[in-house]
């Protein structure tokens, strides 16, 4: 589970991931939660940079003794996908699982029966999976040359937008060290850099395999939080969540 405490889209110095920014808990807490409720789960590796770890371990002293918390350092810039993904291999290999769950915390409202699906698809036989919903909105893509004309419209019948939790099979991430490296340190914007390389990781994992990337139907509340405005749709979509489990 990647987890940066900082994060300056939001402000200066924001640090959501570990402090109260959604109805009192930290993102990091509701994702440690709903982890916790899926019983498939039984390791959680989180990725961070350690800025954040007193609030980390705050977190971690009310944990269920069910669930193992392992902390990972982050790797140098442009290889902590491929750190990550590597660790939780060798992690599913030392206590004997078949299959792991990469759950970026941005998006925290993701379900336990999002997460279960993900885990039950891997059960089935299939390498690579991931979650995603439908593109509702229209879709341009635009000349790069500066004049901010439209070229060409995109079908978004064919078109979805990721989200998580990403499964794999422990013999899939088997792979990872054969796959050329791929670059994340994209000083321009990093968080695109980063999806965009694990994207990359996924597709050429099974590749090697000679399978392809398998998609589930995916959950409106599972937004990425990475806005300001993302964390107000968020406390909508919680507290909708809140009142439908009291019905």
Same mark, same amino acid.
């Given at each position: 589970?990647?987890?940066?405490?900082?994060?300056?889209?939001?402000?200066?110095?924001?640090?959501?991931?570990?402090?109260?920014?959604?109805?009192?808990?930290?993102?990091? *807490?509701?994702?440690?939660?709903?982890?916790?409720?899926?019983?498939?789960?039984?390791?959680?590796?989180?990725?961070?940079?350690?800025?954040?770890?007193?609030?980390?371990?705050?977190?971690?002293?009310?944990?269920?003794?069910?669930?193992?918390?392992?902390?990972?350092?982050?790797?140098?810039?442009?290889? &902590?996908?491929?750190?990550?993904?590597?660790?939780?291999?060798?992690?599913?290999?030392?206590?004997?699982?078949?299959?792991?769950?990469?759950?970026?915390?941005?998006?925290?409202? *993701?379900?336990?029966?999002?997460?279960?699906?993900? *885990?039950?698809?891997?059960?089935?036989?299939?390498?690579?999976?991931?979650?995603?919903?439908?593109?509702?909105?229209?879709?341009?893509?635009?000349?790069?040359?500066?004049?901010?004309?439209?070229?060409?419209?995109?079908?978004?019948?064919?078109?979805?937008?990721?989200?998580?939790?990403?499964?794999?099979?422990? &013999?899939?991430?088997?792979?990872? &060290?054969?796959?050329?490296?791929?670059?994340?340190?994209?000083?321009?914007?990093?968080?695109?850099?980063?999806?965009?390389?694990?994207?990359?990781?996924?597709?050429?994992?099974?590749?090697?395999?000679?399978? &392809?990337?398998?998609?589930?139907?995916?959950?409106?509340?599972?937004?990425?939080?990475?806005?300001?405005?993302?964390?107000?749709?968020?406390?909508?979509?919680?507290?909708?969540?809140?009142?439908?489990?009291?019905?």
């Amino acid at each position: 589970m990647p987890c940066s405490p900082a994060f300056t889209r939001l402000r200066p110095g924001a640090r959501p991931f570990t402090s109260p920014a959604l109805r009192g808990r930290s993102i990091f *807490a509701h994702t440690l939660a709903t982890l916790a409720e899926c019983p498939s789960v039984t390791d959680v590796v989180v990725l961070t940079d350690g800025l954040g770890r007193a609030e980390i371990d705050e977190c971690l002293t009310g944990q269920p003794g069910g669930t193992r918390v392992h902390l990972l350092p982050t790797a140098r810039p442009g290889t &902590e996908i491929v750190s990550l993904l590597a660790e939780c291999g060798e992690l599913a290999i030392q206590y004997g699982h078949r299959n792991v769950v990469i759950h970026r915390i941005t998006h925290a409202l *993701a379900s336990a029966r999002l997460i279960g699906s993900v *885990a039950v698809a891997l059960q089935s036989g299939h390498d690579v999976v991931v979650p995603a919903i439908p593109v509702v909105d229209s879709i341009k893509v635009v000349r790069d040359d500066g004049s901010g004309l439209i070229s060409d419209a995109v079908d978004r019948d064919r078109v979805s937008v990721l989200q998580s939790p990403w499964g794999f099979s422990a &013999e899939a991430l088997g792979h990872i &060290e054969h796959l050329p490296p791929v670059r994340t340190d994209d000083p321009r914007n990093g968080e695109t850099s980063v999806r965009k390389a694990f994207v990359t990781l996924a597709h050429g994992v099974a590749g090697r395999m000679g399978r &392809e990337v398998t998609v589930l139907p995916g959950e409106m509340q599972a937004i990425p939080m990475t806005s300001l405005v993302d964390m107000i749709r968020a406390e909508i979509f919680y507290e909708g969540s809140a009142a439908f489990r009291k019905l």
